[in-house]
């Protein structure tokens, strides 16, 4: 292991190991499921407010396995090896965001198709909406790795995280779930803005952590 490539595949290979690819889909479907049975059968409001409910179903997904990302390699001495052996913090936090979005984002994008039809989505929004999740996801992973590692090592992590990681996305959540154009553009600049800084602070937060 050695390398971006190489961690994030490290990345991908634990979330596969440990059910961490199917158990955000799960989650995200199972939202999906009960959601009408909160708000009724109408099939009028469903299709309305089916885009909210995808995307909400999406953020909780991408929290699920925060405490995973960060957390166990700083125990087990995996982060120190990679400052021994020269690697940048941010870049090891960068490679950690690409394989937890990999483990997650296209997954969830596909499992939106499914989720479109249990809410009766119409397929015009159904495209917007995937679109939406294919630029705003990797702000979601951006966002839950730099979540864990600034709570890695604390006494109730997974619910200090939500706490922290919820009100950071609603970014997301606002302009992933707009109309028009100009709502992609800004969901595409907050993304980005979360990609380009959350690995700093990921970075910042593993190398105190191992001191």
């Known amino acids: 292991m050695s390398g971006f490539a190489g961690i994030a595949w490290r990345e991908l290979r634990r979330a ?8 955000p889909v799960a989650f995200f479907l199972l939202v999906t499921i009960l959601f009408p049975f909160a708000v009724g059968p109408d099939p009028a409001l469903l299709g309305r407010i089916a885009g909210g409910v995808l995307w909400s179903a999406a953020l909780l997904a991408a929290l699920l396995p925060v405490e995973r990302l960060v957390g166990p390699d700083l125990e087990a001495g995996v982060l120190d090896q990679l400052a021994v052996r020269g690697l940048p913090d941010a870049m090891v936090a960068l490679a950690k965001i690409a394989g ?6 296209p997954p969830l994008i596909a499992a939106s ?3 479109a039809g249990l809410l009766g989505m119409p397929g015009e929004a159904l495209a917007r909406t995937m679109l939406a999740l294919a630029i705003g996801t ?11 590692a600034l709570t890695a090592g604390l006494r109730g992590a997974g619910a200090i995280a939500g706490l922290v990681m919820l ?3 609603l970014p997301l959540l606002i302009f992933g779930v707009g109309e028009g154009p100009g709502a992609l553009k800004l ?3 907050v993304s980005l803005l979360l990609l380009a800084g959350a690995p700093f602070v990921a970075g910042a937060a593993m190398r105190v952590g191992r001191e």
């Open 16 to 23: 596969w190991a440990s059910g961490g690819v199917l158990l």
């Open 100 to 105: 937890h979005w990999l483990g997650f984002g």
């Open 113 to 115: 198709v499914i989720a």
């Open 138 to 148: 990797p702000g979601l992973a951006a966002l839950a790795v730099a979540t864990g």
């Open 167 to 169: 009100p950071l996305a």
């Open 187 to 189: 969901l595409g600049a």
